[in-house]
Structures are given as C-alpha cells and as structure tokens.
C-alpha cells in the first residue's frame, strides 16, 4: 500500500511526506513476540526518504528528517514543580523541531514564547477556507484555521522565533535557570543566552527589562 501511494504521489511531482499516525502506532506491551509490528512500521516510513513524524515514539525518531508536534509539557496525572525541556534540548541538536499547531491552543503568544524558549519552529494547521465551513463536518474540531484569519499572525511567528533561533539554532543548550518567578535564561555553548518572561506585566533580570509574555536576546561579541 505505501509503494502505491508513493507512486501515485511521485506521478504528481510530490517527493517529501509527513507521516502523524504511523509514527506513534506501535507502543509497548508484555508481549515478547510484537518485534515484528515495530520493524514493518520501519520498514514502512524508510520508504519516504526522511519524512517530518509527528510526535513519534522513540523507535521511530532515526527514521525523521524533522519532528513535529513535540511534546512541550507534562501529562498532568502527577503532581510537579515544573516543566523541564529534556526531550526537546536532546533533540534540537539533531532535528529540526515544531511545535504542535499554535493557532489552535488557548494562549497563541504564550505558545510562541515557549518556542523560543525550546529551541522549537511554530507549526500552523492552516485552511484556504473559514473554519465556519467545517462545523458540520468531521473536522469541526479545527475552530481556528483559516488563512486570511491567520496570515498576519504568521508572519509575526516567523519574525517573533526567528529572532531568537537565529542565534541558538546550530548551538547547545548548557544552562536553564529560572532567575524569579516567571523569569527564565537559558545559556547557549555560543555564549548568547536568552532571557524569557512569561509573566503578564514586564519584568526586569539585571539591567534588562523584559516585556510580557517576550524575551531578550543577548549575543557574545
């Protein structure tokens, strides 16, 4: 079935794919004899030569030439202090990295500071129609999706993490410190190091003062 579909995409000029469910398929059991569904699941994606997965289980990851949909906070079934970005730090040095769709979360620029603040690329579930025209369909689910809604804040994302990622992207996260309540910066092995707020009023670390929900970047000459 996936030559098929890879033929029938190559006839339309179409060579790179990104592949949700097929990434995060197989999980893990008490069987000892399920190896066999894990290795056709990689069998299967090595066939589109480096596809983006979404949020795929940690078999899955050598096969990705980018990872979307990356997981940015805990589960909420444990009582914790706060979040810690391992997954993501660990593997920024290797992927590119996006996010789930920032349009349809509750807190649009929040989001994007915690891009910045993971070293992650926004991703947009973007539609050419309004989303008023899928109310009665099966993806009513998607409330925010249209393009002409939508093409500004695009634009602000791209200027907004580009800003920052263009400092830190070919770089190693080597320190995060919460430096007050709401005030985090992280440090990079370049030297440069980022200064987050992710507090609703400005806030100041040092001599920098940081506006809401933003961040400063402080690059080494």
């Known amino acids: 079935f996936a030559l098929e579909e890879l033929e029938s995409f190559s006839k339309l000029g179409i060579g790179k794919f990104a592949l949700a469910n097929l990434s995060e398929l197989a999980f ?8 066999e569904n894990v290795e056709a699941l990689l069998e299967t994606v090595s066939l589109f030569d480096g596809p983006i997965l979404y949020n795929p289980n940690l078999y899955m990851i050598s096969r990705a030439s980018h990872i979307s949909d990356i997981p940015v906070s805990n589960s909420g079934y ?9 997954l993501p730090s660990v593997l920024r040095e290797s992927f590119w990295l996006f996010t789930g769709p920032v349009n349809l ?9 915690r891009a910045v603040d993971y070293g992650l690329f926004p991703n947009f579930y973007i539609t050419s129609e309004s989303s008023m025209k899928l109310v009665e369909t099966a993806s009513s689910d998607l409330f925010s999706t249209g393009y002409e809604n939508w093409r500004d804040k695009i634009e602000f994302a791209y200027d907004f993490v580009s800003k920052a990622l263009e400092n830190t992207l070919n770089s190693r996260l080597v320190e995060r410190v919460e430096v007050a309540d709401g005030l985090f910066r992280n440090t990079y092995d370049n030297g440069t190091s980022i200064t987050l707020n992710y507090n609703e009023n400005p806030a100041r670390a040092g001599d920098l003062e940081i506006e809401p929900l933003s961040y400063v970047v402080e690059v080494s000459r």
């Open 28 to 35: 893990s059991t008490r069987d000892s004899n399920r190896t």
């Open 78 to 86: 444990l009582i914790e202090d706060s979040v810690v970005p391992l």
């Open 105 to 113: 979360t509750s807190d649009f620029r929040r989001e994007l500071l």
